[in-house]
């Protein structure tokens, strides 16, 4: 799959009304993949014969979900997320974007469980779990690239990095960053929901199994969506950190619309 970076159609109406956050990313994802072949995804997303999208919400809607269809892996989505790591790591890309970006990383990683934890005792209808492990080994391949961000984040991408981090317990770069993450919630000491957030985070990063249910078990801590007592510990607190992170997103945005 080949995208021209500066393509327009032949009535130049394309170019015209084309949401500005699709012309970024179709040049990151040029400049990313030049000289390699792009994930099968950026046709649909990047081709001409497709869209126009009106607008940036719907331009990124449709970008989402294309790669991890309705919260759902498939047997493509293993090969979209490089598409989802080029803007992620791209300064051209605003930042809540790139938080955005990794929340999707983040989500594709702990699919099997959330919706372990979600439809408990049964299971997602549409679930994939060979096409989740896939997708989560891919995720895994560019952990260090991710997370290396970190430094020349602001606090918004850092809160999507720390649960990143967090749900690879056993990656070396993950590891390297609980440090970064504890010495971040102590300086968000005065800001309750993101201190306590990450707070969390290091737990599931770290936390022995009773420090860890102490946690998703408190009336605190567990202020989302509870999920059912036989749930694994593991999924439950996968799934409680995913709402958590949803709502210091809100937070942010609430603050910063």
């Given at each position: 799959m080949v995208i021209d970076a500066g393509r327009e159609s032949p009535d130049g109406l394309d170019e015209l009304f084309e949401p500005e956050?699709?012309?970024?990313?179709?040049?990151?994802?040029?400049?990313?993949?030049?000289?390699?072949?792009?994930?099968?995804?950026?046709?649909?997303?990047?081709?001409?014969?497709?869209?126009?999208w009106s607008s940036d919400r719907e331009f990124l809607g449709e970008f989402h979900n294309e790669i991890h269809h309705q919260d759902t892996c498939d047997n493509a989505t293993a090969q979209g997320v490089p598409l989802l790591v080029a803007p992620a790591v791209d300064d051209r890309v605003p930042a809540r974007e790139r938080m955005g970006l990794v929340m999707a990383l983040f989500r594709i990683a702990t699919e099997a469980d959330r919706h372990r934890a979600e439809y408990w005792p049964g299971s997602h209808p549409q679930a994939d779990p060979t096409a989740a492990a896939r997708a989560r080994a891919a995720v895994g391949h560019h952990l260090t690239e991710v997370l290396a961000r970190w430094d020349a984040e602001c606090l918004g991408v850092r809160l999507a990095l720390a649960a990143l981090g967090a749900v690879f317990r056993e990656s070396?770069?993950?590891?390297?960053?609980?440090?970064?993450?504890?010495?971040?919630?102590?300086?968000?000491?005065?800001e309750a929901s993101a201190a306590g957030y990450l707070r969390f985070v290091t737990l599931v990063a770290g936390g022995t199994d009773r420090q860890t249910l102490t946690a998703v078990t408190s009336p605190i801590v567990s202020h989302g969506r509870a999920s059912h007592p036989g749930v694994p510990l593991r999924a439950r607190a996968v799934h409680l950190l995913d709402q958590m992170l949803s709502q210091v997103r809100a937070m942010l945005l609430a603050r910063h619309p």
């Open positions: 956050l699709r012309r970024i990313f179709r040049t990151v994802a040029v400049d990313r993949f030049r000289g390699f072949a792009m994930p099968p995804h950026a046709g649909l997303l990047f081709g001409p014969e497709f869209g126009p070396p770069a993950a590891a390297r960053l609980r440090r970064r993450v504890e010495a971040l919630a102590d300086e968000c000491g005065e």
